[in-house]
């Protein structure tokens, strides 16, 4: 059975880092693209950032400079390296990541709260 898991979410201090992972397995094929979303207490969600198979990144406004999407293709595993928090960084997060058969895989999230 395919499998995304994610960890690292927790409890931190504004201004504080924290790193989330998400991990992949029982994917038959390439995963070209992944992703991280997020969903605020009572909001939508919204996408945070993307990264390609080749490393081409993308960040809403709002995380620029702030977050960092990376990801090791040998291991099907990115992470979403998040610096300067803030208060309204407080969400569920969520991994998403796109087989070449153009499949979506979505991980069961990982909250994330930031408050002193």
């Known amino acids: 059975q395919v499998q995304l898991v994610e960890s690292g979410g927790g409890l931190v201090q ?3 880092s924290l790193r989330l992972s998400c991990a992949a ?3 038959p094929f390439i995963i070209v693209t992944m992703a991280w979303y997020r969903q605020p207490p009572g909001k939508e969600h919204g996408l945070v950032a993307t990264i390609t198979y080749s ?3 993308n960040y809403t406004d709002s995380v620029k400079g702030r977050f960092t999407i990376s990801r090791d293709n040998a291991k099907n595993t990115m ?3 998040m ?3 803030k208060p309204e960084d407080t969400a569920v997060y969520y991994c998403r990541v796109t087989d070449s058969r153009g499949t979506y895989y979505w991980g069961q999230g990982t909250q994330v709260t930031v408050s002193s």
Request: hydrophobic residues 20%; aromatic residues 6%.
């Open 14 to 16: 504004p201004g504080g």
């Open 25 to 27: 397995s029982r994917i």
């Open 83 to 85: 610096n300067s928090l």
């Open 55 to 57: 490393g081409r990144t």
């Open 79 to 81: 992470y979403l390296q």
